[in-house]
């Protein structure tokens, strides 16, 4: 009877997120496809640079890497962290979009014109980027240049201004070749300029209650109407803003950008992780190889329990599975809508991956290209602790027209537990 009853929670379970989150997830979902989308979510590279020599020698710099903040506020502008190597890059098939170097400041007693930007408050922080855009491929490119400083959640973010608090002689849009079509970028061209992000007193203090993001967004087309935008954005990089922070984050495991991570939908505990498996299998002209896998105990975010309710208070484990995907057929093959289970202790139970906290940039691989496809199972702690065999069924993949393709084949990988 105890089994049984193990099973039938366990097949619930996987619907339990589904039940949870449903709402503005649904909207959020519906974004277009890209072609020819080269996934950077690599978790070696989620932190940047914060080894403590580079702590050190940016956060004794007193000087300000944005003058036209004093000038503009007319307040009195403090440094309060610089990083002069964070690391943090898109490279989207060829065209970079790098953050050089970054500074946060407090500003204090600044004019009555400057408070409107900041709250109606006269004192406030600003974050200066320097960041460099680099058309690497052959034709010209059309970028919106839009970056996030992400707090609670992926819709609780503080945005980049080109513009506001810029000088303009360091402002991309207005220094780059093109002068007229701001999105376009030409081959072969390279800028580097300045970009500002705004934060009341109230949204610095709320950097320190979550695990803040840095994220270089897509929206790459080589037309100004945007078709076929491919919306890859970079991983989701720690946003660091001190030196204790900066040690804290260092000693942390590099998780899987699964949008548990990216999205600060919970914190992670790692329970195990196993990489460098490279398990091939192939399904007609498409090879998958098995990388990895990390399990973690997950622990939702204060602004985001309400998604994990139907869990219960027993505590939630995610296998993340970490996959790249050959495609060497004729056809884009869809990598948001397969249908993969895990199959516990011989069908003891059966869990399909969570759609919903799996990245959603890459939707399709192109005939060629090649991918990274992140898959999640989540699953009751309780439950977890007493099972002792995870097989993974990958696929089948599913066709436009809603029907099974390569006739319903899969593949199978066992997974180290």
Known sequence: MRKAKVLSVSILSAAMLLLAACGNEEKASESPKENDSKAKTEETSNKGKTNEKA???????????????????EGNVEVVYTNKEPGFLNDINGFKVSVNEYQIVKVTDMNEDSKLRFDGQNNGYVVTTKVTIENGTDKPMYYNNNHRIQLSNEYDYIPSDWKTLVPEDQQINKIK?????????????????????????????????VKPKYIIEGGLADNDQAKNSNMQHSPAYDFIYSDEQAKQTA?????????????????????????????????????????GVQYTEVIPTEANKERF????????????????????TSEPVDISNLKTTLNIDDNRAKVLSQGMVEPREQREIAAGQKGEKLHVFLLRKDEFEIYKKFDMRFGPFVGTDGKDQFKGKSATFSLPR
């Open 309 to 328: 309710r139907n869990f219960g208070d027993n505590g939630i484990v995610a296998v993340t599975v970490k996959l790249n995907v050959d495609n060497q």
């Open 55 to 73: 702590e050190e020698s940016d956060t004794k710099s007193g000087e300000v890497l944005n003058p036209s903040i004093a000038e503009e506020t």
């Open 251 to 291: 000693e942390q495991p590099q998780f899987y950008q699964d949008r548990l991570t990216t999205d600060n939908m919970a914190d992670k505990k790692m329970i195990f992780e196993k990489s460098g498996i490279n398990d091939t299998k192939e399904i007609d002209k498409v090879k998958i190889t098995l990388e």
């Open 177 to 209: 070749k093109n002068k007229e079509k701001i999105t376009l970028y030409e081959a072969g061209e390279k800028v580097t300029g300045l970009m500002s992000f705004r934060l009341s007193d109230a949204e610095f203090e709320k950097l320190k209650t």
